[in-house]
């Protein structure tokens, strides 16, 4: 038996106890710290919630800008589709007006052309030279000579003959006149024959150094003892 001075000690093992109680001492002391930390930056006039709020306003706001770019660089991009189309438009209404206006030129020409041959403005009957016109050739100083003659409606026998031409102007400083026979290109003569209008044509290749003035023309009528002779300012026309 035990003796009174021996006495036995009987401790309880709880680790399970240990181990919650350490880990509630850590948590503890984690929350103490991170609050601490926290009441130090808004005592220093920053909070971490704060600034998570403040990024997320942030973020927010960027996307509302970026759709709100896009949606104006959208409407950018049909404003100029629309404006091209427009323009594109506006050339097109331009040219047709153009073409118009040309032929409407071009159908007074023939109006005012034909209105001569049957009703002439002096009231005269007869052959007469209607129009000519001096085009670019084919090749420099070349030029084609278009001469256009008329005979009044009323008149039922037909016209013909030969037309000359002849040009004038400077060469080395001197007045100069150059005959068809000595620039023209082809055939010398220029025969018509018609009964109420008829346009001939010849090409005639100028000198370097001649400087033209005016187109003189001369129709020579194969039933008649005058001629027609008429005189024009040298004008290159395009068409």
């Given at each position: 038996?035990?003796?009174?001075?021996?006495?036995?000690?009987?401790?309880?093992?709880?680790?399970?106890?240990?181990?919650?109680?350490?880990?509630?001492?850590?948590?503890?002391?984690?929350?103490?710290?991170?609050?601490?930390?926290?009441?130090?930056?808004?005592?220093?006039?920053?909070?971490?919630?704060?600034?998570?709020?403040?990024?997320?306003?942030?973020?927010?706001?960027?996307?509302?800008?970026?759709?709100?770019?896009?949606?104006?660089?959208?409407?950018?991009?049909?404003?100029?589709?629309?404006?091209?189309?427009?323009?594109?438009?506006?050339?097109?209404?331009?040219?047709?007006?153009?073409?118009?206006?040309?032929?409407?030129?071009?159908?007074?020409?023939?109006?005012?052309?034909?209105?001569?041959?049957?009703?002439?403005?002096?009231?005269?009957?007869?052959?007469?030279?209607?129009?000519?016109?001096?085009l670019p050739g084919i090749a420099p100083h070349r030029f084609r000579v278009r001469l256009v003659l008329i005979q009044a409606a009323r008149q039922d026998a037909v016209a013909s003959g030969t037309a000359d031409l002849s040009v004038d102007g400077q060469r080395g400083g001197r007045a100069v006149n150059l005959p068809l026979a000595q620039i023209g290109t082809s055939s010398n003569s220029l025969n018509f024959s018609f009964r109420y209008f008829q346009e001939v044509e010849t090409e005639i290749e100028l000198p370097e150094d001649f400087l033209p003035e005016r187109v003189v023309v001369e129709v020579r009528p194969a039933k008649a003892t005058a001629s027609i002779r008429q005189t024009y300012p040298w004008k290159i026309e395009t068409t």
């Open positions: 038996m035990p003796t009174d001075t021996q006495r036995l000690i009987v401790k309880r093992h709880a680790p399970i106890r240990a181990a919650l109680v350490w880990a509630i001492v850590v948590v503890g002391g984690i929350a103490c710290l991170v609050g601490a930390f926290e009441a130090g930056g808004i005592r220093a006039g920053y909070s971490l919630l704060a600034a998570q709020l403040d990024r997320r306003a942030k973020a927010a706001q960027i996307e509302e800008l970026t759709a709100q770019l896009r949606s104006t660089q959208a409407r950018l991009a049909e404003a100029e589709v629309a404006r091209r189309v427009d323009r594109e438009a506006y050339q097109q209404v331009e040219k047709s007006l153009a073409d118009f206006e040309a032929r409407l030129s071009s159908q007074s020409q023939e109006l005012t052309f034909y209105r001569g041959i049957v009703n002439p403005s002096d009231g005269l009957a007869g052959l007469r030279i209607q129009r000519l016109q001096i």
